[in-house]
């Protein structure tokens, strides 16, 4: 169950990371109002709330943490920008996930 709440976890993460990353974007390159610089920085500051709640050591958590990113990267390059990732992406999301289960779930002594 550990597993699940952390994948959760870092999944609700990551979506605040990119939305709080995204606004801006839409701001400096896209012409959206600047009003949405604050949902952005909302959204960041629930992002970093969220990489707290990890329950294990910050820097294991920010280097697993990466791989989720990818994934959820992905996910959002081709859900809201409509871009179809490249069969080469979806190779680089699992090794990146590969890292994560390891980096998150290996036994330690």
């Known amino acids: 169950m550990l597993a699940l709440y952390t994948l959760g976890l870092f999944i609700l993460t990551a979506v605040t990371e990119i939305v709080g990353c995204y606004l801006p974007y839409l701001w400096l390159k896209k012409s959206a109002p600047g009003w949405v610089l604050l949902p952005a920085a909302a959204s960041l500051a629930m992002f970093a709330w969220l990489l707290s709640l990890h329950p294990t050591d ?9 791989g989720v ?23 680089g999301v699992a090794v990146a996930l590969a890292g994560m289960g390891i980096i998150m779930f290996a036994p330690r002594g």
């Open 69 to 91: 990113y990818v994934f959820v990267a992905l996910l959002w390059l081709w859900g809201v920008e409509g871009v179809r990732p490249h069969p080469w992406d979806f190779v």
């Open 58 to 66: 910050a820097g294991r958590v920010y280097a697993a943490y990466g």
